[in-house]
Nanobody
Framework: QVHLVESGGGLMQAGDSLRLSCVAS?????VGWFRQAPDKEREFVAG????????FYADSVKGRFTISRDTAKNTIFLQMDSLKPEDTAIYSC????????????????WGQGIQVTVSS
Protein backbone atom coordinates (compact mmCIF):
# COMPACT_ATOMS: atom_id res chain seq x y z
CA GLN A 1 0.00 0.00 0.00
CA VAL A 2 1.19 3.50 -0.86
CA HIS A 3 0.23 6.58 1.15
CA LEU A 4 -0.18 9.66 -1.04
CA VAL A 5 -0.38 13.28 0.11
CA GLU A 6 -1.17 16.20 -2.18
CA SER A 7 -0.10 19.80 -1.62
CA GLY A 8 0.07 23.10 -3.46
CA GLY A 9 -3.59 23.90 -4.00
CA GLY A 10 -5.16 27.28 -3.51
CA LEU A 11 -7.25 30.14 -4.84
CA MET A 12 -6.07 31.43 -8.21
CA GLN A 13 -7.21 33.73 -10.96
CA ALA A 14 -7.82 32.78 -14.56
CA GLY A 15 -4.55 32.68 -16.46
CA ASP A 16 -2.43 31.94 -13.39
CA SER A 17 -0.10 28.99 -12.93
CA LEU A 18 0.02 26.54 -10.05
CA ARG A 19 2.04 23.43 -9.27
CA LEU A 20 0.59 20.56 -7.30
CA SER A 21 2.76 17.97 -5.59
CA CYS A 22 1.97 14.39 -4.64
CA VAL A 23 4.37 12.83 -2.17
CA ALA A 24 4.34 9.05 -1.85
CA SER A 25 5.43 7.18 1.21
CA UNK A 26 6.82 4.05 -0.31
CA UNK A 27 7.41 3.47 -3.97
CA UNK A 28 4.57 4.70 -6.12
CA UNK A 29 4.28 2.91 -9.44
CA UNK A 30 2.28 4.52 -12.25
CA VAL A 31 0.57 7.66 -10.99
CA GLY A 32 -2.43 9.58 -12.20
CA TRP A 33 -3.94 12.91 -11.28
CA PHE A 34 -7.72 13.14 -11.14
CA ARG A 35 -10.11 15.93 -10.27
CA GLN A 36 -13.68 16.22 -9.11
CA ALA A 37 -15.73 19.38 -9.45
CA PRO A 38 -18.90 19.96 -7.41
CA ASP A 39 -21.77 17.79 -8.60
CA LYS A 40 -19.60 16.10 -11.22
CA GLU A 41 -17.92 12.74 -11.48
CA ARG A 42 -14.24 12.35 -10.82
CA GLU A 43 -12.32 12.70 -14.07
CA PHE A 44 -8.85 11.81 -15.21
CA VAL A 45 -6.43 14.71 -15.72
CA ALA A 46 -2.95 13.30 -16.40
CA GLY A 47 -0.83 10.23 -15.78
CA UNK A 48 2.81 9.17 -15.85
CA UNK A 49 4.61 5.85 -15.78
CA UNK A 50 6.76 4.54 -12.95
CA UNK A 51 9.88 5.65 -14.82
CA UNK A 52 8.58 9.14 -15.55
CA UNK A 53 7.99 8.54 -19.23
CA UNK A 54 4.97 8.59 -21.54
CA UNK A 55 2.89 11.34 -19.94
CA PHE A 56 -0.75 11.09 -20.90
CA TYR A 57 -3.32 13.90 -20.68
CA ALA A 58 -7.02 14.48 -20.85
CA ASP A 59 -7.98 16.57 -23.88
CA SER A 60 -9.27 19.31 -21.60
CA VAL A 61 -5.81 20.01 -20.16
CA LYS A 62 -3.51 19.04 -23.02
CA GLY A 63 -1.09 21.88 -23.76
CA ARG A 64 -1.78 23.59 -20.41
CA PHE A 65 -0.86 20.98 -17.78
CA THR A 66 2.39 19.05 -17.43
CA ILE A 67 2.91 15.97 -15.29
CA SER A 68 6.37 14.97 -14.11
CA ARG A 69 8.00 13.05 -11.30
CA ASP A 70 11.12 13.00 -9.19
CA THR A 71 11.63 9.32 -8.53
CA ALA A 72 14.43 9.95 -6.03
CA LYS A 73 12.02 11.98 -3.89
CA ASN A 74 8.93 9.85 -4.60
CA THR A 75 7.13 12.99 -5.71
CA ILE A 76 4.84 13.54 -8.67
CA PHE A 77 4.08 17.04 -9.88
CA LEU A 78 1.26 18.59 -11.86
CA GLN A 79 2.19 21.93 -13.35
CA MET A 80 -0.97 23.79 -14.30
CA ASP A 81 -0.66 26.81 -16.59
CA SER A 82 -3.27 29.08 -18.14
CA LEU A 83 -5.77 28.09 -15.48
CA LYS A 84 -9.46 28.44 -16.26
CA PRO A 85 -12.48 28.65 -13.94
CA GLU A 86 -13.53 25.22 -15.20
CA ASP A 87 -10.33 23.80 -13.68
CA THR A 88 -11.85 24.39 -10.26
CA ALA A 89 -12.01 21.03 -8.48
CA ILE A 90 -10.53 18.82 -5.81
CA TYR A 91 -7.38 17.28 -7.28
CA SER A 92 -6.20 13.85 -6.16
CA CYS A 93 -3.28 11.65 -7.10
CA UNK A 94 -3.54 7.88 -7.27
CA UNK A 95 -1.26 4.90 -7.77
CA UNK A 96 -1.73 2.00 -10.16
CA UNK A 97 0.28 -1.11 -10.92
CA UNK A 98 -1.23 -1.49 -14.41
CA UNK A 99 -2.03 1.88 -15.99
CA UNK A 100 -1.25 5.58 -16.08
CA UNK A 101 -4.23 6.42 -18.23
CA UNK A 102 -7.86 7.19 -17.65
CA UNK A 103 -9.33 4.02 -16.19
CA UNK A 104 -9.85 5.10 -12.61
CA UNK A 105 -11.03 1.65 -11.49
CA UNK A 106 -7.46 0.43 -11.99
CA UNK A 107 -6.02 2.85 -9.44
CA UNK A 108 -5.73 1.44 -5.95
CA UNK A 109 -4.28 3.94 -3.52
CA TRP A 110 -5.58 7.50 -3.46
CA GLY A 111 -4.60 10.70 -1.73
CA GLN A 112 -7.21 12.72 0.14
CA GLY A 113 -7.20 15.48 -2.42
CA ILE A 114 -6.59 19.20 -2.43
CA GLN A 115 -8.78 22.09 -3.49
CA VAL A 116 -7.93 24.24 -6.49
CA THR A 117 -10.22 27.19 -7.12
CA VAL A 118 -9.88 29.43 -10.17
CA SER A 119 -11.82 32.68 -10.28
CA SER A 120 -12.62 34.54 -13.49
Amino acid sequence: QVHLVESGGGLMQAGDSLRLSCVASGRAYHVGWFRQAPDKEREFVAGITSTGSQPFYADSVKGRFTISRDTAKNTIFLQMDSLKPEDTAIYSCADSKVTWKNNRQLYGDWGQGIQVTVSS
